[in-house]
């Protein structure tokens, strides 16, 4: 089946850094999007980018859909930025959705 | 306008047991995912239902079904529990199968 694979699996930066999170996907999607895990388990949706490049204030992310791959920046870091990051794609031929494993990511104050 | 909410936000069942579990759906929307989260683990796909119809489903057994409402809200049943049914049990809702998903808080379901 389609794998979807994140990384680095951890990562773990001074508050103030930057940060590019990677996902990659084997097969063609409908769509993708990135949402982040806070320490209480609630998702929050990020982007949804089946393609291009959107901007939200200190995050943005990149879907080069043709080489399946995203990116997602995140520029000088928060603590509150800390938590997990997944990418979820759905699946083109039968629209099932993929979670990737996910990048977990600790800001050092 | 409320978000998705979901209900209880903690359960303990014991094996052999059977759990509902209950989501209403974001305003506006009318598909709701089900989704379920091992702990360290990215959540994986249970089934989507959309028109009250479950349109998608991923590799779960049939202990796991559901069910929408004329409302769009919907519930997940599990039949016959197992240990490895602990788990948080994720809600989200979207307009349409295909657009931005919006997540609930979650179930935690433990079970002994």
């Known amino acids: 089946g389609i794998q979807v694979e994140q990384s680095p699996p951890d990562l773990i930066l001074q508050e103030g850094a930057n940060s590019t999170l990677r996902c990659n996907f084997s097969?063609?999607?409908?769509?993708l999007q990135w949402f982040h895990q806070n320490p209480w388990g609630q998702l929050i949706n990020l982007f949804y980018?089946?393609?291009g490049t959107k901007q939200n204030g200190r995050l943005s992310a990149t879907t080069v859909a043709t080489e399946r791959y995203s990116l997602l920046y995140i520029s000088s870091s928060q603590t509150t930025d800390s938590g997990v990051y997944f990418c979820?794609?759905?699946?083109?031929?039968?629209?099932?959705?993929?979670f990737g494993k996910g990048t977990r990511l600790h800001i050092l104050p | 306008d409320a978000g998705v909410t979901q209900s209880p936000t903690h359960l303990i069942k014991t094996r052999g047991q059977q759990v509902t579990l209950r989501c209403s759906p974001k305003?506006?929307?009318?598909?709701v995912s089900w989704y379920q989260q091992a702990l360290g683990q990215g959540p994986q796909f249970i089934f989507q239902?959309?028109?009250?119809?479950?349109?998608q489903r991923g590799n779960f057994p049939d202990r796991f079904s559901g069910h929408q409402f004329p409302n769009y809200s919907s519930e997940l049943n599990v039949n016959a529990l197992l240990l490895g049914d602990s788990a948080l049990y994720l809600c989200?809702?979207?307009?349409?199968?295909?657009?931005?998903?919006?997540f609930g808080p979650g179930t935690r379901l433990l079970v002994l």
């Open positions: 097969d063609s999607v409908n769509n």
């Open positions: 989200a809702s979207s307009l349409g199968r295909l657009e931005t998903q919006y």
């Open positions: 980018i089946p393609s």
């Open positions: 979820a794609v759905t699946m083109n031929r039968d629209d099932k959705i993929i």
């Open positions: 305003s506006g929307h009318d598909t």
């Open positions: 239902y959309y028109e009250e119809e479950e349109r």
